[in-house]
């Protein structure tokens, strides 16, 4: 049974979440800790609960969502996934947050492995199933775990909301298209836990999501 631990990190109020079962491997979804207290925030909880990470798990690498990557991976030596379409953007993590009037020190390390679209993460006694959606960025992924009926969506899907398209290489009428296709799709109670704000269902969402009409 996988809990959901959600943290709000940054001054994009992004959502990092941990996924941990019963046998306390957790996985880190977007670490977006920037500065020193949300780090030990984060840390504190792992440790108290004696949880053991994985590994870094990314649904896309703008830098809110990667901020704290270098830290947790250092800090656990585990390894860092995401979908290499996105890869490119680490480079420029450092130079962007600048634009942000915000300061740090390195881009966040080179990824440890690549995920694609139907590949299956495996915890403890638990998975996430990876669903590919570009279109917020080339290498937006969505987690969803079938057993429970959940989906971590990044920044893909809102609540009454998707993802801005006019980052670099954003495409909304691929976004739209891949949320319509692979999304909506689910069923209707399935829970959506997006990378910024509160959750949703997909049913909510199929009904009254002004994007999707």
Do not use: W
Request: glycine fraction near 8%; proline fraction near 5%; aromatic fraction near 8%.
């Amino acid at each position: 049974m996988i809990t959901i631990e959600k943290f709000v990190f940054n001054p994009f109020q992004e959502n990092t979440y941990l996924l941990f079962d019963e046998t306390k491997e957790c996985v880190i979804v977007d670490p977006g800790c920037l500065e020193n207290n949300e780090q030990q925030l984060l840390l504190h909880f792992i440790d108290s609960n004696g949880l053991i990470p994985k590994m870094v798990l990314n649904t896309h690498l703008h830098l809110d969502h990667v901020f704290g990557c270098g830290f947790v991976c250092s800090q656990y030596d585990i390894s860092f996934l995401a979908h290499q379409n996105d890869e490119f953007l680490l480079s420029t993590t450092k130079s962007h947050a600048i634009q942000f009037g915000i300061s740090i020190h390195s881009n966040p390390p080179s990824l440890s492995g690549c995920v694609n679209d139907g590949d299956v993460v495996k915890f403890g006694n638990s998975e996430v199933e990876i669903i590919h959606v570009p279109g917020h960025s080339p290498g937006c992924v969505a987690l969803y775990n079938r057993a429970q009926q959940f989906l971590l969506s990044g920044d893909i899907l809102f609540k009454g909301s998707i993802g801005r398209t006019d980052l670099p290489m954003g495409n909304y009428d691929q976004l739209i298209l891949g949320i319509k296709n692979k999304l909506l799709t689910l069923d209707q109670d399935v829970i959506v836990f997006p990378g910024h704000g509160d959750s949703t269902t997909i049913g909510a969402e199929r009904k009254s999501n002004p994007y999707l009409a």
